[in-house]
């Protein structure tokens, strides 16, 4: 059982930068790989990007690549988002997630077995 709690969600600017936070319990953290997906209002979920359990070989949606930076703290049980350059389409509850499937960093919702609460971004214009 992993339980995650995100947090640094907030209101910025268009062109700032916010780091989002996803803290585990759990003794087997880094077992996980772990991803960031988000939701706006009235849209489905959609997946950010994803970390293996060593933090090597990120994957990221192309709509975020050279602006995100996914990465991960294995000691302190701790995935982070860095988002720079934000937009208003980057607005959206933000959710980490964990997966089993570790070697495969999956890109999906049905590939992550333990889901955060959401922090909200808003990026004003």
């Known amino acids: 059982q992993v339980q995650l709690v995100e947090t640094g969600g907030g209101l910025v600017q268009t062109g700032g930068s916010l780091r989002l936070s996803c803290a585990a319990s759990?003794?087997?953290?880094?077992?996980?790989?772990m991803g960031w997906f988000r939701q706006a209002t009235g849209k489905e979920r959609e997946f950010v990007a994803a970390i293996s359990w060593s933090g090597s070989t990120p994957r990221y949606a192309d709509s975020v690549k050279g602006r995100f930076t996914i990465s991960r703290d294995n000691a302190k049980n701790t995935v982070y988002l860095q988002m720079n350059s934000l937009k208003p389409d980057d607005t959206a509850v933000y959710y980490c997630?964990?997966?089993?499937?570790?070697?495969?960093?999956?890109?999906?919702?049905?590939?992550?077995?333990?889901w955060g609460q959401g922090t909200q971004v808003t990026v004003s214009s």
């Open positions: 759990g003794r087997t953290f880094s077992r996980y790989a």
């Open positions: 997630a964990a997966s089993a499937a570790s070697a495969l960093l999956p890109n999906n919702i049905a590939g992550y077995d333990y």
